[in-house]
């Protein structure tokens, strides 16, 4: 009964955390796909160059922001060559992509719509994201050869009712230009698929009467997990204010975490009421059995060799427990990737996502040894510390 | 307070001195032992008979170190076994003591051969080969070699008893307790296992306190301790 439970618990500890990390792999990878890595947005104020910013005479206007450490920015960046050059020196660097945003609304012949252009260098970007694979209809490659292409999230072309081929409308600052949809993409992020469209950096330039720099540059790492340290090198580095995907989405991932650890505590519950019945049987064990543990004292077993026997109850019942419940866990990871599951809204699946690392085994590995040690625990020292007269007495008057 | 001393340059295998136990709690607490001394000598065989109740199952747990005295001091070989120290106690009981209980208390799973090699195992200084040897001889000397392999279960109870004397001989302790161990047998068992149990004891020189209610077993003793309220008269 208890080794039931116990395979139970260790199985589902696995199943569980696997496929919570499944969907949280997923949604990184998602993040990296459309938002990168690193993100580098405006330029740190630094006293000595205030006054050279503030003079730079251009048509975009530039704010003034401070953030919460009192540092001030410059919104956008002024020279991106420069900091991408400047920032390719580090190791983990991948490759860069410098993009021009702003608002748009759209026309198409039936509806308006508001929107997000994302001027950009098609390599570039594809560099540093998975815009690619994303695309659903049409190609880049029509895009890249197409100087008023655009390429539309599916979500706002199912809304402005248009695809692949028809032109539209887009208004942005004092002036409207035409352009072509040449493809349509899907990150499975909604607000993504919704607002976002892409075109080439020199025509969102004109449209939104940027002549210069950008307004953030795309960053792609090849160790995703060194972000936060690359993001403060490059804040040093290029002197421009950097948020590593972490940073973020730190909502999101704090999020994963707190389900992950109450998915943990939940089935562990399993484990600790498996123990719970470890315990009562095993101290109905050594109470039968108190004759027995007696004579072995009588003998000259010690209260160790008498506690080590119920001991090793405990522990057979734990490694078979275990290593079933990790073969149970194995096999409903396995099963569960099969079920179909569609799903879309921070990210897009059709089937469950299950994410299985080792850790996950030891974590439920451990909560087993410990749950089930303590379980035994009192029961063995209980059996030790018989006092071999009173049994024998109590049952030879 | 008596002191019962027989016979002159044999060796005192246990000694007892001014043995005070009280047993059960509060209003219903009993004096069980009120001070008992007491010789055993090796190769002697003495008997200890008395009325139910006046403490003869105590004092034999005492002196096996089944269980701790109020007060007075146990010497086993001449040394004073220290109060209070169980892992002592344990070792002392291990390789010096031997018990044979009114029930058997052999284990159930185990098979006659297994039950005799217990003790030895524990206690570790033969191979494996030579306990199974052992235990066969042991079983052997009690006429049961040829049902070593059996289980408790499928032995009647006087077999039983031989086994669990057998098994109390196994580290051959210098002494040895037994507590009305023909207590459950009829006269013919009775005499079979309380020769197996002399027999062997007084071939191997050790020392065995026997506690009897058979007036014909006590008599073929070397010696008769008569007891009546925790004392010896
Ligand atoms: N747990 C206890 N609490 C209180 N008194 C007890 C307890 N156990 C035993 N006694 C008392 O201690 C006394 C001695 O018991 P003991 O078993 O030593 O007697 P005994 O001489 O072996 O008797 P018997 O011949 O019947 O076996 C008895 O009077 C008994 O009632
Ligand atoms: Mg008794």
Redesign the interface.
Known sequence: MSLAGIVFGVGFFISTQAQLSGYQELFIETILGTDGAIRIEDRIQDANVFVAASTTKNTSTNFFITDKNNRRFVEGIEHPDNVIEAISELENFEAASPVIKGSIQLQSPLRKDNGQVYGIMVDEHIAVSALEDQIQLGSIEDFRGAPTGIIMGHKMAARLDVTVGDSIIIRAVDQQRRYRITAIFETGVSDIDKTRVFMHLSAARSLLKKPHGVSFIQVSIYDRDHAMVDAEAIERVAKHFSAPWQEREKSWMQLFKTLQISAAITVSTIIIISGLGMFSTLFMIVMDKT??I??????????N?ISNIFLWQGVIVLICGTILGCGMGYLITFAISYLPMPLSGIFATEYFVVNSTAWHYVQAVIAAIIIVMIACFAPSRKAGKL????V??G??? | MSEIDVGGQKEVALECRELHKHLGEGETQVHVLRGVNLKLYRGEVSAIVGPSGCGK??LL??L?L??LQDSGSILIQGEEVPPNN??EH??I???N?G?V???H?L?PEFSAAENVM??MR??GRLSPKEMKSRAHALLNEVGLGDKTHRLPSQLSGGEQQRVAIA?SLA?TPGVLLA??PTGNLDVKNSLMVFESLTRLAKEKGQAVLIVTHNPDLAEKCDRILRMQDGQFI
């Open positions: 004759r027995e007696a004579i072995l004292r009588s003998m000259g077993y010690t209260r060799d006092v071999p007269g009173d024998i007495r049952t030879a008057a | 199952s105590t747990y005492l096996g089944l269980d169980d892992g344990t070792r009981r291990g390789e003591i018990f209980f009114q029930f208390f284990l217990l003790p524990k206690l098994r580290n507590d009305e």
